[in-house]
């Protein structure tokens, strides 16, 4: 945890990556499907690849280059670690904090390169549906806060729903893909890139920052409606019918399309 544009796990005095990742990439931030909270399990690997040399004045040193002296590791990975990992990685980031707009709501860290569309199902089903299962068992009992928390937790389950199945505007869209090759619902390519795969989930309606859907902060990343720079070459209308205006070829690198699985599936057949 050294300042934000040179932290990386990997360079934590001992760090053994193989021995600190997490099986499924899904990192919740408050307990959730009986895994403790990511700050603990920070404090756990911090203890690990510092060892004899972690103690009280190492944890508040870290806190302070990140900018929270004074506050804790929760207060860091809730409110500070995305905007600062987006910054690190140019706006193209591959751990994503995806939350339902509640402070001390239920929130997650979910590596990208990990989130199949079985884990995403995952997250939707077992770590959120437990904390709605929560939720309501706090509601039962008349917690202060727990109605307005369930409430939150069923619209982000709702989102997550809408980016599994991807009908439009929930797609992923590559316009380098012919149609018959178009991903159909959250079957992301990572070779597609980050700007293409993360599209659904600022897509959702927002829960927090305008344009940042259920991300915490929103990313730098646009996708129009102004065409990418440069001209495609040549390509059928049938399978690439963005880049043509009626029986015109324009070339026009777009991104802002959307397609329907029926329109893809129709292309597979």
């Known amino acids: 945890m050294a300042a934000p544009d040179r932290f990386h796990f990997s360079r934590l005095p001992g760090a053994r990556p193989e021995k600190l990742a997490d099986d499924d990439g899904i990192v919740p931030i ?10 603990e399990r920070l404090r756990e690997l911090l203890a690990r690849a510092y060892g004899q040399d972690w103690n009280v004045t190492k944890h508040t040193e870290l806190l302070a280059q990140v900018g929270y002296a004074g506050g804790t590791l929760e207060d ?24 339902h707009g509640h402070k001390n709501g239920f929130s997650a860290l ?9 884990n995403l199902e995952k997250l939707t089903y077992a770590y959120l549906g437990d904390w709605i299962r929560r939720q309501q068992a706090g509601v039962d ?7 307005a928390r369930l409430q939150a937790a069923k619209q982000l389950q709702s989102a997550l729903k809408l980016i599994l199945e991807g009908e439009p505007p929930y797609d992923i869209f590559v316009r380098w893909k012919a149609l018959s ?13 980050v700007r293409m795969n993360i599209r659904p989930f600022m897509s959702v309606p927002d829960v927090g920052k305008k344009g940042a859907g259920i991300l915490r902060t929103k990313p730098n990343i646009n996708w129009g409606p102004k065409p990418d720079r440069g001209k495609e070459p040549q390509r059928d209308k049938k399978e690439f019918p963005w880049f043509w205006n009626g029986s015109t070829f324009t070339g026009d690198r777009v991104n802002d399309v959307h397609l329907t699985r029926e329109q893809k599936e129709k292309a597979r057949k």
């Open 141 to 147: 009992a008349g917690e202060a806060g727990s109605d």
């Open 181 to 193: 090759k178009q991903t159909i619902g959250w079957q992301p390519d990572l070779n597609d890139g």
């Open 76 to 99: 860091w990975l809730r409110n500070g670690f995305f905007e600062q990992h987006c910054a690190l990685f140019h706006n193209r980031p591959f751990i994503w904090h995806l939350w």
């Open 30 to 39: 408050s307990p959730a499907k009986g895994e403790g909270p990511a700050a």
């Open 110 to 118: 979910v590596n990208y390169h990990k989130l199949t569309h079985a």
